[in-house]
C-alpha cells in the first residue's frame, strides 16, 4: 500500500522541548517537502528537499531542522527556539517530472500542540 | 516575489447552487494547481493547468487557466455537501526549483 505516513497523529508537548516529528514515504519520490497550517493562512512552506543529503529552507524555517539520510524519510525537527509550534504539519512527496513540477502528495499530518 | 490571492476567503452556499473561487497572481505564472483538503484531512491534488486559456473539466467540476496565464479559476455546478472543504491554489516558481506556493485558500460550505 503506497503512500505518506506521518506519526503521531496527535502531539503534545511542554514549552521549551524539541519535538522530532515524523515522515516516511514507499512512493520512490525524489523530493519532500513539509509544511505549516495554521487557521486562515493556508499553507506554508517550512523546508524541502529534493535530493538525499541535501535540503533547503523554505519561506519560515526559523525554529525548525531537518534532515535527509534517505529517500524514504524526512524528519522535521520543531526545535524549542520556534516561537509558536503549535499547528498542522503537513508532510508531503513528489516525483522530478522534466521542467514541469510534480503534483505534490500529502500525508495525513501531525497536530502538535505545545502547552 | 509572486504572490497568488484566492477569493473569496469563505462561501457558504445552499445544496444545488454553484461556486466559484478565483486564483489571481500579478506576473505571470507557468502553471497552476488546484488541491482540495477536507475538514481534518490533508490536501489532495485535483488538476494542473499548464497552456493559456485551457479548460479542464472534472464530472461538475471546471478549472480554467486565463489567457494571459494570471488568473485561474474553479467551477462547482450544483454544488453536493461531499464538496465541503478548503480549495487550495498553487503554482511552481520556475526554474530547477521544484517547490510549490499555495495560495490561503477558499473554505467552502454547504447546507444540505
Known amino acids: 500500500d503506497g503512500g505518506i505516513t506521518q506519526s503521531p497523529k496527535y502531539l503534545f508537548r511542554k514549552e521549551g522541548q524539541n519535538v522530532t516529528l515524523s515522515c516516511e514515504q514507499n512512493l520512490n519520490h525524489d523530493a519532500m517537502y513539509w509544511y505549516r ?36 524519510s524526512f524528519p522535521l525537527t520543531v526545535t524549542s527556539a520556534q516561537k509558536n509550534p503549535t499547528a498542522f504539519y503537513l508532510c508531503a512527496s513528489s516525483g522530478l517530472a522534466g521542467g514541469l513540477t510534480d503534483t505534490q502528495y500529502f500525508g495525513p499530518g501531525t497536530r502538535l500542540t505545545v502547552l | 516575489g509572486q504572490q497568488v490571492m484566492q477569493i473569496p476567503q469563505y462561501q457558504h452556499v445552499q445544496e444545488g447552487e454553484d461556486f466559484t473561487t478565483y486564483c489571481n497572481s500579478s506576473t505571470t505564472l507557468s502553471n497552476i494547481q488546484w488541491y482540495k483538503q477536507r ?37 462547482i455546478t450544483a454544488t453536493q455537501t461531499t464538496d465541503v472543504g478548503t480549495y487550495f491554489c498553487a503554482y511552481h516558481s520556475g526554474g530547477s526549483n521544484y517547490k510549490l506556493t499555495f495560495g490561503k485558500g477558499t473554505l467552502l460550505t454547504v447546507n444540505p
Not at chain 1, 51 to 66: C, H, L, P, R, T
Not at chain 2, 64 to 73: D, H, I, M
Open chain 2, 39 to 75: 475538514p481534518g484531512g490533508h490536501p489532495v491534488f485535483l488538476i494542473q493547468l499548464v497552456k493559456s486559456g485551457e479548460v479542464k473539466k472534472q464530472k461538475r467540476l471546471t478549472f480554467q487557466f486565463g489567457e494571459a496565464k494570471k488568473n485561474s479559476s474553479l467551477h
Open chain 1, 37 to 72: 497550517q495554521d487557521p486562515g493562512q493556508g499553507l506554508r512552506l517550512i523546508y524541502y528537499s529534493q535530493i538525499v543529503n541535501d535540503f533547503q529552507k523554505g519561506d519560515i524555517a526559523e525554529g525548525y531542522s531537518v534532515s535527509r539520510e534517505k529517500k524514504e
